[in-house]
């Protein structure tokens, strides 16, 4: 089956540090600009940041930039956030996605999610 | 400004047809990006509903279409059921911002 599977989500107190993993099953991975996207419990979603098919290319959103890194590993199908730095506002389901064909096109697949709480 | 507005909440009768629009700016739409629409039920993963403004993917019932008009997009939903309960998202790209942007998302409730 064509899915997404996050893992690494969980409770860390402010300040420290995490690193979400995306594992993709069957689709060819790296043809595929990458995405992650967030979602505070009870709001809206926000872009995280994206990354193109190699890993040379990469942008982030501003509530993030300078502490969250995106990466991937095309021979391991799997996208990566690392998070330092986090704070309370960091709190929210984190879904990996594919996306279509050049950023800002359609996400065409995404991941079941992963929660990270922030918290002392 | 660099947002995508979306009402909070819109709603209709079974059969009835509405309307979700998503307004942007000069940065995003008005610069020619296109906006594309998700629908998410609770606890669950958003579902690419519309692309690319007015095309459906595959499996999206023909009730669901885009339209656009200047700077704003809009879904419309004919012969409303009750499955089509949940919240909906536009998306697009935005230049000042360098990235991607998210309309804040519309309730629609079936009555």
């Known amino acids: 089956e064509v899915q997404l599977v996050e893992s690494g989500g969980g409770p860390v107190q402010p300040g420290g540090s995490l690193r979400l993993s995306c594992e993709a099953f069957q689709f060819t991975f790296s043809i595929y600009w990458m995405t992650w996207v967030r979602q505070t419990p009870g709001k809206g979603l926000e872009w995280v940041a994206h990354?193109?098919?190699?890993?040379?290319?990469?942008e982030s959103a501003a509530s993030v930039k300078g502490r969250f890194t995106i990466s991937r590993d095309n021979a391991k199908d799997s996208l990566y956030l690392q998070m330092n730095s986090l704070r309370a506002e960091d709190t929210a389901v984190y879904y990996c996605?594919?996306?279509?064909?050049?950023?800002?096109?359609?996400?065409?697949?995404w991941g079941q999610g992963t929660m990270v709480i922030v918290s002392s | 400004q660099s947002v995508l507005t979306q009402p909070p909440s819109v709603s209709g009768a079974p059969g009835q047809r509405v309307t979700i629009s998503c307004t942007g700016s000069s940065s995003n739409i008005g610069a020619g990006y296109e906006v594309n629409w998700y629908q998410q039920f609770p606890g669950k993963a958003p579902t690419l509903l519309i692309y690319d403004n007015i095309n459906r993917p595959s499996g999206v019932p023909d009730r669901f279409s885009g339209s656009l008009s200047g700077t704003t997009v809009s879904l419309a939903i004919t012969g409303l059921q009750a499955e089509d309960e949940a919240d909906y998202y536009c998306?697009?790209?935005?230049?000042?911002?360098?990235?991607?942007?998210f309309g804040g998302g519309t309730k629609l409730t079936v009555l």
């Open positions: 996605a594919r996306v279509s064909y050049s950023p800002g096109s359609q996400i065409d697949l």
């Open positions: 998306q697009s790209y935005d230049d000042s911002l360098s990235g991607v942007l």
């Open positions: 990354i193109n098919q190699d890993g040379s290319e990469e």
